[in-house]
């Protein structure tokens, strides 16, 4: 007999007259209700609300979960374009590709795992990279990549940072490498106001047939249909992950109880079970829909299943597979416990959906407990219905489960940083290089990148710090790859957010040019302190500005007049210890196509007597620079240099065409520590063979803007018999190309100024400084 | 005729199956993957046996020491003591020296340690070269020793350990097909020409007969040539700016594929 009556209720109606007490009391049992909230919930409800209902709206209407602070401003980004077949709403985006691949989609998503890897870093980080994965793979896609873009703080700080960096690391490494999916890369850097509250934002990549993308909803026909819940069993871990992720870093007590435990060894096996399940699915022509289980667990799985298929759902909690150890009905319904999915199929499938996971690829042997269990069934009536033991422990309108929650949060917006001008006499330039190079953001990422397997599939072309952007072919034996880079100055956000953000969609699309890929599309997470600070909210409208004028600026090498799609995303606040935030820091990932994967250029310059052009904006002015920072130690470096969008579409252009073309062996974005840098990270990318000869005479500009400016830019390293039609298509399309020198069989670095002189480095001694920044981190032994 | 079948056996964990079989069906061979749970009598259907990488039962224990010991292992073994080709390659190579399958017939002689490297400790990514050495083993015949392939590396257990003299005596005997090599192509002796400190850089061991391979390098992942390394010099390297510069749009194929053709030459198939 089900009695409603029977449940407990989290609090009562005469109670709920006093919202502020009410929400202190269930935060202290670790509900995160707001006062507002307390007051809306009986009103939705109609009555007062059970226990695990407070739990279950208490994840709904977390920031990480309803966007309550964000999603009106969100809708300024640009999502349409003719390639994307699904745009942002779903665990991840989707868009086509083209001849020869015209049958398969691109999967791409983007989360952060911000709060968690903070208090555990490894199994923090660990179950980032397991969560994203699983966004993918719920598309019905296979994954085929992971990025993963790192904001540390300062290494020399403290040795809990330190201990922080070693720890992502290894949990990336640790989770990614038994999965099987190749780590692509991303970007790193270091900056004090990182040392409380580091960021790891993870992405993943997949490959679905296009007709095969799978949705996260009940088909529509008659079904009946059943839920079937797939990997590890219940328990409780991760309960009150997502309210969690919602607050500030500073609060009492121990949150480690909030974060997932991670098991890569299960991902790995269920990942493939699922793979027959698609070709099941696929072959059979079953109607079927899938989801990760992530934030709220069982709940919001089933939920947003039913919901977005218009059905309610009838869930009974004592047919879920779980641990042996009693667990009360909201921990087992909003459990955030890893490495499960739910499938909503016809029930007429479910026996054999289960076998797959249960008998032919024996999830109980790889993890006691782990299997397949039918858990409930979708209904007409729009209900969302759950019962443990008889009792119904929650019981309301699936809409008020999606109808989610707005808060309109007032923003100020605060004047940017002016560009900066240099008034000190410059150091020596020798020295200065070397600097760069051996300062922890200058220094080789290649020691972190040998901690991962980038090549597992055996499909990977370019990988990390081979090229500006990581190259996988999606079906080998097609001629077609796929490139991903990421994009964003911590330093230019913090200065200028919007500036900084167009900065940072530039970055990481002029990346994706430089190895031959048109941008396709992009994912964003943007990372901020607390919506509650104006002055956040008004550097998150402007940081949305620059996201979506640069993206509609940077779209037409995928669809001509269109803009560069916005296709998944998400929003990570309170980033923040006390009052003191991390700068507004989004995070962009660019996906492009390349259509001559095989002439991909890397960065590393290659045989004597190719051409070294650099093509982009005059070097006048070294404004928010890492030399200002770093070499004239500077903390405020001032505004990003200004970007001209259009001008940085004809030069992506030109990129793209070069590669496509095989005009050039190699191309290297100008990034932090400008021309010289660049010129530096591309001799050491090779075998350290060759040299490089350069004059500075042609940018008619003074020595330090020369060698260090940032403003944007391409290095490229052009074959000679084809540089005729490289510096014709520049100049067709108004760009500055400036000849510089050229690759020589003496090893070593060269550059010629009329001020300096000739400046010499040799190959040890740059790779010595280079690599030296993050061996340290490894061997404790930070100054 | 018809395409040799090779087993590409799927143990719990392992997570290299997709480009092997692409490999092996880019030499003539007709792979099939099949789970841990097979019966083993089936085994009996295919001309040879590839251990693929990965991370088989969780490498709990020691990496391979539990896939040694699981009845599709066993069932495996009798069918290398027939001779038939086995390839085991990181993970499967691990497996294959728990096993004693190599060097083979005196038990469990060798070891794969953790890997020794200076200013770093565990898992280790990277691309490296190997030079073919003298030797009886099926998968490298046909090479002239001296060879230099490049290829990556990806393991945390990569340095082959045996008792005191016993990897020269292997050396001797022709049972180290492959080692690591320096830049100038000799046997490399420092990191990071040398990923794991294996004594006398040895990359991979075969029994005597030369039919069983454990090879801690992934072939696999050097097939195409396009896919080459950026820091790979030499022959290689020229030959892929060769194609480039004619406009091949193909991939090419790369200096691993070397290895799965040595096998598709023995089982009579001609490329």
């Known amino acids: ?783 | 005729m018809t395409a040799p079948a090779v087993l590409v056996l799927q143990l719990p964990g392992v997570n290299c199956e997709t480009e092997t079989v692409r490999a092996l069906e880019r030499v003539g061979l007709a792979p099939r993957v099949l789970r841990w749970t097979l019966d083993s009598e089936r085994l009996r259907d295919f001309a040879a046996f590839v251990l693929p990488g990965g991370f088989s039962y969780q490498d709990r224990v020691r990496a391979g020491a539990l896939a040694a010991k699981s009845a599709a292992v066993e069932a495996l073994a009798a069918e290398a003591e027939r001779g038939k080709p086995v390839l085991g390659i990181c993970n499967g190579a691990q497996v294959l020296v728990e096993a004693g399958l190599v060097p083979g017939g005196a038990g469990v002689e060798l070891a794969l340690a953790r890997n020794r490297m200076p200013g770093r400790a565990g898992y280790y990514a990277a691309w490296i070269e190997l030079r073919i050495e003298a030797s009886n083993c099926l998968f490298t015949r046909g090479i002239q020793p001296g060879t230099v392939l490049p290829m990556p590396v990806a393991h945390g257990e990569g340095r082959f350990l045996g008792a005191p003299g016993r990897m020269a005596e292997l050396l001797g005997a022709g049972c180290v097909p492959l080692r690591y090599a320096d830049p100038g192509g000799q046997a490399a002796t420092e990191f990071p020409a040398l990923p794991n400190g294996s004594e006398l850089a040895v990359a991979a061991v075969s029994n005597p007969s030369g039919n069983v391979l454990a090879i801690m390098p992934h072939p696999e992942r050097a097939q195409d040539l396009a896919g080459l390394a950026r820091t790979a010099a030499g022959p290689w390297a020229r030959e892929r700016e060769r194609r480039l510069l004619e406009g091949a749009l193909d991939p090419g194929d790369g200096p691993g594929l070397e290895i799965f053709r040595g096998l598709a030459r023995h089982l009579g198939v001609t490329a």
């Open chain 1, 1 to 783: 007999m089900t009695l409603l009556g029977a449940a407990t209720r989290a609090y009562t109606l005469e109670q709920a007259r006093d919202p502020g007490a009410v929400s202190r009391a269930l935060a202290a049992r670790g509900i995160a209700l707001d006062a507002e909230e307390v007051t809306l919930l009986p009103a939705l409800l109609g009555r007062a609300p059970l226990e695990a209902e407070a739990v279950l709206f208490g994840i709904l209407w977390s920031e990480h979960c309803s966007y309550k602070s964000t999603r009106a401003l969100l809708r300024r980004l640009p999502s349409a374009a003719p390639q994307v077949l699904i745009g942002p709403g779903e665990d991840a985006g989707v868009v086509a590709l083209p001849v020869p691949c015209q049958d398969l989609a691109l999967v791409l998503a983007h989360e952060s795992h911000n709060h968690p890897s903070q208090v555990l870093p490894v199994e923090g980080a660990a179950t980032g990279v397991g969560g994203i994965v699983r966004d993918v793979v719920c598309m019905g896609a296979t994954v085929a990549g992971v990025l993963d873009a790192l904001r540390f703080g300062d290494p020399a700080a403290a040795v809990h940072v330190r201990d922080v960096i070693r720890g992502v690391v290894e949990g990336i490494a640790g989770y990614g490498n038994p999965l099987g999916v190749p780590n692509l890369g991303g970007d790193t850097c270091f900056d004090e106001r990182f040392d409380g509250a580091v960021l790891v934002n993870v992405m993943a990549v997949g490959i679905a047939p296009r007709d095969g993308v799978l949705r996260s909803r009940v088909p529509d026909g008659a079904g009946p249909w059943v839920f079937v819940l797939v990997g590890k069993p219940t328990d409780d871990s991760g309960f009150g992950g997502a309210a969690f992720a919602s607050g500030t870093l500073d609060h009492d007590g121990d949150r480690r109880g909030a974060v997932q435990l991670p098991d890569p060894f299960l991902a790995r096996v269920l990942n493939v079970a699922n793979e027959e399940a698609f070709a099941r699915v696929r072959a059979r022509g079953v109607r079927a829909g899938l989801k990760d289980l992530g934030a709220g667990g069982v709940a919001c799985a089933v939920s947003e299943l039913a919901a977005a298929g218009g059905r309610g759902a009838e869930l009974v909690l004592d047919d879920l597979h779980r641990v042996a150890r009693e667990l009360p009905p909201e921990v087992l319904l909003c459990a955030e416990t890893q490495e499960r999915y739910c499938w909503v199929v016809p029930e007429a499938f479910a026996a054999e959906l289960c076998g797959i996971y249960e008998r032919e690829f024996a999830l109980g042997d790889v993890h006691p407990g782990a299997g397949a269990r039918v858990i409930g069934r979708a209904t007409t009536a729009r209900r969302f219905r759950v019962t443990w033991r008889d009792v119904v422990v929650v019981d309301c309108d699936v809409d008020a489960i999606t109808a989610g929650r707005r808060i309109a949060r007032p923003s100020r917006r605060r004047v940017p940083a002016a560009p900066r001008k240099l008034r000190r006499p410059h150091p020596d330039p020798r020295g200065a290089l070397l600097a760069l190079l051996g300062s922890v953001n200058g220094g080789a990422r290649d020691y972190l990148f040998r901690h991962y397997d980038s090549e597992v599939q055996g499909r990977t072309w370019l990988r990390p710090g081979e090229g500006d952007a990581a190259l996988f072919v999606p079906a080998p034996g097609r001629n077609l790859g796929v490139a991903l880079a990421v994009g964003g100055n911590p330093w230019w956000c913090d200065a200028d957010p919007e500036l900084g953000a167009r900065h940072a969609v530039a970055e990481a699309a002029r990346k994706v040019a430089c190895t031959g890929g048109r941008p396709w599309a992009l994912t964003d997470c943007l990372n901020s302190g607390s919506p509650e600070d104006p002055l956040v909210m008004g550097e998150f409208e402007a940081t949305l500005e620059g996201l979506a004028v640069a993206a509609e600026a940077l779209g037409g090498l995928a669809a001509p007049g269109a803009a560069l799609p916005f296709v998944s995303g998400n929003v990570s606040l309170y980033n923040q210890t006390g009052t003191r935030a991390i700068p507004p820091s989004p995070i962009v990932m660019c996906a492009g196509v390349v259509k001559e994967p095989a002439a991909a250029p890397g960065i590393a310059t290659g045989e004597p007597g190719a051409f070294l052009v650099l093509v982009g904006e005059p070097r006048d002015t070294l404004t928010g620079s890492a030399y200002v920072r770093t070499v004239m130690h500077e903390s405020l470096a001032g505004a990003p240099p200004a970007i001209d969008l259009g001008h940085e579409a004809r030069l992506e252009e030109l990129a793209v065409l070069a590669a496509e073309g095989r005009w050039v062996r190699a191309a290297h974005a100008v990034g932090d520590g400008g021309l010289a840098v660049a010129l530096a990270e591309m001799l050491l990318a090779g075998s350290g063979l060759a040299g490089i000869d350069v004059d500075l005479g042609p940018l008619d500009s003074a020595l330090a803007p020369a060698l260090f400016s940032e403003r944007p830019g391409i290095v490229f390293e052009v074959r000679a018999e084809r540089a005729a039609r490289f510096y014709h298509a520049a100049r067709e399309r108004r760009l500055l190309a400036w000849p510089l020198g050229t690759t020589v069989t003496t090893p070593g670095l060269r550059i010629r100024a009329a001020e300096s002189g000739m400046l010499e480095w040799s190959v040890a001694e740059l790779r010595a400084a280079h690599a030296a920044p993050l061996e340290r981190i490894w061997n404790e032994a930070v100054t």
